[in-house]
């Protein structure tokens, strides 16, 4: 069964910058576009950063200019580089395919939480 473990969050004052990691099990080269995605307190998931295998990448309005989403294929791991953080981007951030019909099984996520 596939596996995706994300890691690298944490607690951050505003303004402050955090990297998150995630490690699929296997190769993800198959995987045309993989994703960062979170979910805030009382809301849905939602995508906010994709990066192709091409190196194409796509950002929601709320964090675009703010975060860089990479990948590497040959370590099967996808990265996502925070800066100038925001209350608002406390959440639980997964990874996962992007722009599918389908999904692996969600990993466990990793907590982001801005507060000073």
């Known amino acids: 069964q596939v596996q995706l473990v994300e890691s690298g969050g944490g607690l951050v004052q505003p303004g402050g910058s955090l990297t998150l990691s995630c490690v699929k099990s296997g190769s993800i080269f198959s995987t045309n576009a993989m994703g960062w995605y979170r979910q805030a307190p009382g809301k849905e998931r939602e995508l906010v950063a994709a990066v192709w295998r091409s190196g194409v990448t796509n950002y929601a309005d709320s964090v675009k200019g703010r975060f860089t989403i990479s990948r590497d294929n040959a370590k099967n791991t996808v990265l996502l580089r925070m800066n100038s953080l925001k209350p608002e981007d406390t959440a639980v951030y997964y990874c996962?395919?992007?722009?599918?019909?389908?999904?692996?099984?969600w990993g466990q996520g990793t907590q982001v939480t801005v507060s000073s």
């Open positions: 996962n395919k992007a722009y599918s019909s389908d999904w692996y099984p």
